[in-house]
């Protein structure tokens, strides 16, 4: 059983320009959330998407979008890139509960690295 | 807004020594709380998650405990090991409201441990 994907692994970028990063998840789950994770920090949550669309949202500018498709791969787009932007992008997958109203536990990707210069 | 601190920054320890991490939140409104471990430049290997209603968690030689009402965690690790050098992340999720189920991580206590 396949955990969750990232591609690529690794990126580079100049500034101003747009990058666009993949994430399959893990079999069975339906739900995908995107944190940004600067060197010597924690991740920071960008967004999340169920059922193809954006339910939450974290303190992240329009420049960061994203995309959820009926496969439950998702997507996220950055533009205008600045150096700032360089950092490791990690996925989490998870599985929604209607009974509950909450999803379950939350599993992560390996990254994409990006490096804006 | 949630707040999470772990202390120490870098800790350094002898190999076979017992060893705690310490994580401590800002707002005991949490549904759980999770404990990562990432290996430099890799992505995240959940290590034990806690759900608020229960007091500790066990896997191996490892244990995490929780006092929701005084905002700490604490994970230990037993016997420690060359392989268990890595940093330690803990993530708390909030009590759940539909759509708020963001994890919010401390910065990490990156453990060394030497042969």
């Known amino acids: 059983d396949a955990g969750v994907t990232q591609s690529p692994t690794h990126l580079i970028k100049t500034r101003g320009q747009q990058v666009t990063l993949r994430c399959s998840p893990k079999?069975?789950?339906?739900?995908v959330s995107w944190y940004q994770q600067a060197l010597g920090q924690g991740p920071q949550f960008i967004f999340q998407?169920?059922?193809?669309?954006?339910?939450q949202r974290g303190n992240f500018p329009d420049r960061f979008s994203g995309h959820q498709f009926p496969n439950y791969s998702s997507e996220l787009n950055v533009n205008a890139l600045l150096l700032g932007d360089s950092a490791l992008y990690l996925c989490a997958s998870s599985s929604y509960s209607r009974t509950s109203g909450s999803s379950y536990e939350q599993y992560f990707g390996p990254g994409t690295r990006l490096t804006v210069t | 807004k949630q707040e999470v601190t772990q202390i120490p920054a870098a800790l350094s320890v002898p190999e076979g020594e017992n060893l705690v991490l310490n994580c401590s939140f800002t707002d005991s409104a949490i549904y759980n709380l999770q404990w990562f471990r990432q290996d430099p430049g890799k992505g995240l290997t959940s290590l034990l998650l806690?759900?608020?209603?229960?007091r500790e968690q066990t896997s191996g030689r490892l244990n995490a405990s929780l006092d929701k009402s005084s905002g700490r965690s604490t994970l230990y690790i037993a016997a420690s090991q060359p392989g268990d050098s890595a940093t330690y992340l803990c993530a708390v999720r909030p009590e759940t409201d539909f759509g708020n189920e963001k994890l919010t991580f401390g910065t990490g206590t990156r453990l060394t441990i030497i042969p």
């Open positions: 806690i759900q608020s209603s229960q």
């Open positions: 079999s069975g789950h339906d739900t």
């Open positions: 998407y169920y059922e193809e669309e954006e339910r």
